[in-house]
């Protein structure tokens, strides 16, 4: 049987679901399959969404008009603001999932959106004409006909799971692996790697004793995450988290029985994520620790599953629930579902381009942990920018892409297609560079206009944000336009506030400008303000006492757009540049850098590299 439509996309879980809807959302005929209905938008690790980082990126996905941040804000059970104790760019919103509902809800916006069917079938090959995509073809033999594939395959590409000596030969929660697609990609000339990931096990709650853990509660007033969710309408009793301890006893179980760990007994052949080790890794790499946080988590509000945070692993069952046993509160655990690792194949990111489209195949987009990244919200982001990208490329428009200056989306894909990424890629706010002004705050301001270009942000929308941006300029010029004088009932203020006096007339953005004083406080002596709305406030305050950092990062970026926008020929010959170090040359005629400024982020391109290239440039561009 064959059947046309325009785009595929191979795959349902959180890449899968942003990429099908951003193509279908732009006007374009697309299916998207999935080896079970069952497992779409599923959760099969940690119930939440978002985090340290992470949650910028759920930000970043909601301001370009993906699905994320909307679905989370009508299931989650407890949402939490990170990081507050410190600035402003580490802030990130992390919301405890109902998994079930969560799925569930996903799957109700994807069954009722326009131009979008749900097809349960594994794809066993990629039709390509003359480096050009034609098609996909299912297991049993039905061909679909398309322009453009966009593979989100997650961790079931011969995907493995192992628990001690137990190896079935699964993906994610014992649902049906993916065990042809890897073989067909690697005839079209794609490379291939083997990554390893985990997760602990599942508690019953009613064997638990919460008594021994301390609490840990949600926020008193819950923040959206989506840009467009009335936070009126979310507040609501939240379920409550756990924290306890490992001992000297759990790392006792776990050294004891390290051989029958197939991480350390050699049957794991698959590289795993440095940023989140399983217990027995954390044991043997940080030996000299007495204990180990472990959170309990509730899987959903129709469920007695507990999630067991910071304790993943590939143990045998027997090992699993002694060490266990041994963790306040768990000493009579009764485990529902059994920790395990998974192993599973994904790409060299390399092959790809800012666009995360495949360089050799026209039409061909990878995304999620097909690309070597991991996490649910990692996933999502390479969704949406690979399904706008692939209707893009239909609409013969230019890609979009958006570089690391713009928003950690840039920086997660700069990241897994220039750099050598040896484990799985984890987001973190070290990665970027210019934090500070790419906080999960102003997301929308950042990334609100690419939505709209793309075609996925409405009129009204951005009339919304272009009135939120000029609110915003109108109050910082208003406050640094307002001056106060000395006079007593000024001091008298400051004084109350532990703030300095002051000797002369000072305006009142200079005083918001001092640590000890907010938005709010200043309301005493500011007689001529209007109400806003808090996100306005808080856009307002933090540009205003953070101009400086703001400023130098703002200068630094000027820099670096210097060097992104002088564009290096896609034709050029390195081996050409004969000044250019050997294992440059090769590098750069593998990658196929866009620019300068990417040329200057791959491993093995010096900075004496990078002279010679400019030099170069300049004399090609002359003949």
């Known amino acids: 049987m064959k059947q046309k439509t325009d785009i595929c996309v ?32 599923l959760m099969p690790c940690n119930p939440n969404v978002g985090g340290t980082s992470k949650g910028h990126l759920v930000r970043e996905v909601d301001a370009l008009g993906g699905e994320m941040a909307k679905n989370i804000d009508k299931t989650f059970i407890q949402s939490k603001m990170l990081n507050l104790s410190k600035g402003p760019a580490v802030h990130s919103l992390r919301a405890q999932a109902d998994k079930l509902a969560y799925s569930n809800t996903m799957r109700e916006i994807l069954e009722n959106q326009e131009n979008l069917m749900i097809k349960q079938a ?136 390290l051989g029958r760990s197939p991480m350390y007994a050699g049957i794991i052949e698959g590289t795993g994520t440095r940023y989140c ?39 045998p069952e027997d090992v699993q629930i002694l060490m266990y046993r ?30 995360l489209r495949f360089k050799e195949i026209e039409g061909l987009y990878g995304a999620g942990q097909i690309n070597g990244s991991s996490g649910y919200e990692e996933a999502a982001a390479q969704g949406l920018v690979a399904g706008i990208n692939a209707a893009l490329y239909l609409l013969g428009k230019e890609e979009m892409i958006i570089d690391r200056s713009e928003a950690y989306i840039g920086v997660l894909i700069d990241d897994l297609v220039t750099k050598e990424n040896n484990e799985p890629y984890r987001m973190m706010t070290s990665r970027a560079e210019y934090r500070l002004l790419l906080r999960q705050d102003n997301a929308d301001l950042r990334l609100g206009e690419r939505g709209f270009a793309a075609g996925l942000k409405s009129a009204e929308e951005f009339a919304r944000l272009n009135e939120k941006k000029k609110s915003i300029e109108k109050e910082i010029k208003r406050l640094k336009e307002t001056r106060i004088g000395a006079a007593g009932y000024v001091q008298d203020f400051l004084v109350l506030h532990e703030s300095t006096p002051l000797r002369s007339a000072a305006s009142l953005a200079d005083l918001l400008s001092r640590p000890e004083l907010d938005y709010e406080k200043l309301g005493a002596l500011d007689k001529e303000r209007v109400t806003l709305a808090q ?52 590098k750069l ?13 791959i491993s093995g391109v010096s900075p004496a590299d990078i002279a010679v290239l400019l030099v170069y440039m300049e004399q090609y561009r002359s003949r």
């Open 326 to 355: 041994t963790v306040p509160g768990m000493e009579n655990c009764e485990i529902v579902r059994s920790a395990y690792a998974i192993e599973y194949d994904c790409i060299d990111p390399s092959q790809l381009n800012a666009a």
């Open 10 to 41: 191979i795959g349902a879980g959180h890449a899968g679901c942003e990429a099908a809807l951003a193509a279908a959302r732009l006007g374009f005929k697309t299916i998207v399959f999935t080896v079970s209905v069952d497992s779409i938008a």
């Open 277 to 315: 080790p399983s217990i027995e890794d954390k044991i043997v790499k940080f030996a000299d620790k007495e204990r180990h946080q472990v959170f309990l988590e509730p899987e959903g509000l129709s469920t007695n599953e507990m999630y067991v945070a910071g304790m993943s692993s590939s143990m």
């Open 589 to 601: 005629t593998a990658l196929r850098p866009l620019s300068i400024g990417q040329a200057s982020r």
């Open 122 to 257: 594994e794809i066993v090959d990629i039709l390509v004409e003359g480096k050009k995509i034609t098609g996909v073809k299912t297991f049993t033999g039905n061909i679909y006909e398309c322009k453009a594939v966009i593979i989100c395959t997650g961790t079931y590409l011969n995907s493995r799971c192992l628990c001690g000596e137990a190896i079935t030969y699964t993906g994610p929660n014992g649902l049906k692996s993916a065990t042809y697609l890897t073989e067909a990609m690697q005839k079209l000339g794609i490379n291939f790697r083997r990554f390893k990931t985990g997760t602990p096990a599942r508690m019953d709650k009613r064997s638990l004793d919460f008594s021994k853990m301390v609490p840990q509660p949600g926020d008193d007033i819950i923040t959206p995450f989506s840009f467009s969710t009335d936070s009126a309408l979310i507040q609501k009793e939240q379920a409550l988290c756990y924290l306890t301890y490992t001992n000297e006893k759990t790392h006792e179980i776990i050294r004891e029985n």
């Open 535 to 586: 996100d306005i406030i808080t856009q307002v305050e933090i540009e205003i006492k953070y101009e400086g950092y703001i400023e130098r990062q703002k200068r630094q970026v000027s820099q670096f757009k210097k060097m992104e926008n002088r564009k290096i020929p896609l034709e050029l010959d390195y081996d050409k540049v004969s000044s250019l170090r050997l294992e440059a040359r090769q």
